[in-house]
């Protein structure tokens, strides 16, 4: 019964309009990220060529491992992405649960089948769209990006596309860049998983489908503020340390370990409590 | 007379009704008032004056214009994006559950679609007013409280060693339009470009809009995008091609009577069953 319920739900997460308008507005993102990149290299390729500018011409700085969606900290294009990142991951499905409640649908499911395989599968499936969302298009962007970007190892001695020793995989990032560009796609999406988890989660709650999805949009906002504000040093917002690079402090493993327990402590205990206690009248 | 009934039945329910939805942005404008306060305390500048106006300046500051050198990462101004966005958000549900619910029952009763959209309109106009008082009046109370200055006199020393800000001298008239008058219009501006964007397409997708517009807005530096009016780092009293108070406003009545007139078009034609 689980599996044909998720199933279901995978179905109704990865077909629906609502994801499609989502992939539509990311790969929009993902193709403006890459013409600014190919018209960047293509100034760069031809200084280059002609001999411009005696000297060094820190050919680090237009690397792919410095200039994918990802870790291209300073464009528009990356800031918005992270920005949107919450509404992004929580888009496809993760209104579908306050949707269902909502419209009864929730009532006349949890009659026929176990509560249990209902709410685990919504979760599932909020979880797999919600990071399929983030990690396909940093996925295409990276893929795009490699089309015409030398991949060429960064170096610490630049002042740009460094990390600091102490922060999280930055001896990977030297020695194994594309590995390390991989983790971070997959890093991402497991927050935008459990982004769109929270909206799931928060639809036991708050019977609004608008508030259910922006909710977790505004908490990252608050995080981040209190990132820069109350607790500057290490980076605790979901929205700077889910980017490759380092934005304004360095990362640590362990908040980034602290944070996703904290994401996935508060949605399964949620959704467990809810399994036993969910009242459908 | 029927506009004003709208109108007055818009506030029992949408500002009345909803007023919850104030208590965040009374709760948020503490945190960022005790939050700055704090600040400013552990700098250890007693002898400065620390005014009313200095936090406002921190609520509203913005973002100095950007470059996107190799290395800069751009940091996007939370405070400034919290306060607007929280203003959009605010907006948003209203008055579309009210089109599919009682707003048929007003729109068959008035016998017009015209006077519905318009009574819409003035309570967004009312809500943004009503959100940005309450910002007002919370940041008034606890600086009472917390014995801040309450002048139009400022300390350049707090503007620059926390918000790394060189003024040119104020006058009252321009702390009132920079720091209260173009914040309003301005959130006016963005919200109702987003009711009537409302009529298009799906809420969701007019707040992505609404978070784009703003959001670009504190990383380019053109009156194209509009928010940039309502950011002191970004106006003419921070930098010297900065964005003028008058082209702010008449950019802000532009969009304003844009996004009226182009919802009195669209909700002659649209399909209100259909959606409900």
Not at chain 1, 87 to 114: C, D, F, H, Q
Not at chain 1, 173 to 194: C, Q, R
Not at chain 2, 45 to 61: A, G, P, Q, R, S
């Amino acid at each position: 019964m689980t599996v044909k319920c998720i199933k279901n739900e995978m179905r109704k997460a990865l077909f629906s309009r609502a994801a499609l308008i989502t992939y539509l507005l990311s790969f929009s993102i993902v193709i403006y990220h890459t013409v600014t990149k190919a018209q960047i290299y293509n100034e760069f390729y031809a200084a280059y060529q002609a001999g411009d500018g005696a000297g060094n011409p820190m050919i680090t700085s237009v690397s792919l491992f410095f200039n994918w969606l990802g870790a291209d900290v300073t464009s528009f294009a990356t800031s918005v992405f992270f920005f949107l990142l919450p509404i992004i991951a929580v888009m496809p499905y993760g209104w579908s649960l306050a949707g269902e409640i909502r419209s009864g649908y929730t009532k006349n499911i949890i009659s026929r089948i176990p509560r249990k395989s209902y709410f685990f599968s919504k979760y599932f499936a909020g979880f797999v769209s919600g990071a399929l969302a983030v990690m396909i298009p940093l996925l295409l962007s990276f893929l795009l990006a490699a089309l015409f970007l030398p991949a060429l190892r960064m170096e610490n001695i630049y002042p740009y596309g460094t990390i600091g020793e102490k922060s999280m995989w930055a001896a990977l990032y030297y020695s194994n860049p594309f590995l390390y560009s991989m983790l971070y796609i997959l890093l991402d999406g497991v927050f935008a998983g459990l982004t769109a988890c929270i909206s799931i989660v928060l639809a036991f709650f708050i019977r609004s489908r608008v508030t259910v999805v922006l909710a977790p949009f505004f908490l990252m906002l608050l995080l981040d503020y209190i990132d820069m504000n109350v607790l500057p040093g290490w980076e605790i917002s979901p929205v700077k340390f889910l980017q490759a690079l380092p934005v304004v402090n360095e990362r640590s493993g362990v908040i980034d370990f602290v944070m996703f327990l904290i994401f996935a402590a508060f949605t399964l205990g949620v959704l467990l409590y809810k399994e036993r206690k969910y009242e459908a009248l | 007379m029927r506009l004003y009934r709208l109108i007055r039945y818009d506030i029992k329910n949408g500002i009345s009704g909803r007023s919850y939805l104030y208590a965040p942005a009374a709760i948020l404008c503490s945190v960022f008032t005790v939050s700055f306060y704090m600040s400013v305390q552990s700098m250890n500048i007693e002898d400065e004056k620390f005014t009313i106006v200095n936090l406002f300046l921190y609520f509203f500051e913005g973002k100095e214009p950007f470059s996107p050198e190799l290395g800069n990462a751009f940091v996007f101004p939370v405070v400034w994006l919290f306060i607007f966005l929280y203003s959009a958000f605010l907006t948003l549900n209203y008055p579309y559950s009210n089109l599919t619910g009682f707003g048929i029952q007003a729109i068959t009763r008035t016998k017009s679609r015209n006077l519905w959209w318009l009574s819409k309109c003035c309570w967004v106009f009312l809500a943004t007013c009503l959100y940005f008082a309450v910002w007002y009046i919370v940041s008034l109370l606890l600086s009472v409280i917390l014995h801040i200055d309450l002048s139009f006199q400022y300390s350049e020393r707090i503007c620059a060693l926390l918000l790394d800000m060189q003024l040119q001298p104020m006058q009252p008239g321009s702390v009132w339009m920079s720091l209260v008058v173009l914040p309003v219009m301005i959130s006016v501006a963005v919200n109702l470009l987003q009711l009537c964007l409302g009529l298009f397409f799906d809420r969701m997708y007019c707040f992505i809009v609404s978070a784009v517009i703003l959001f670009a807005s504190t990383y380019f530096q053109t009156p194209l995008l509009i928010g940039n009016f309502a950011m002191v780092k970004r106006s003419v009293i921070y930098q010297e091609n900065g964005m003028d108070v008058k082209q702010g406003i008449i950019a802000s009545v532009l969009v304003i009577i844009l996004s009226i007139g182009a919802g009195i078009w669209r909700i002659r034609k649209y399909d209100i069953l259909k959606k409900s």
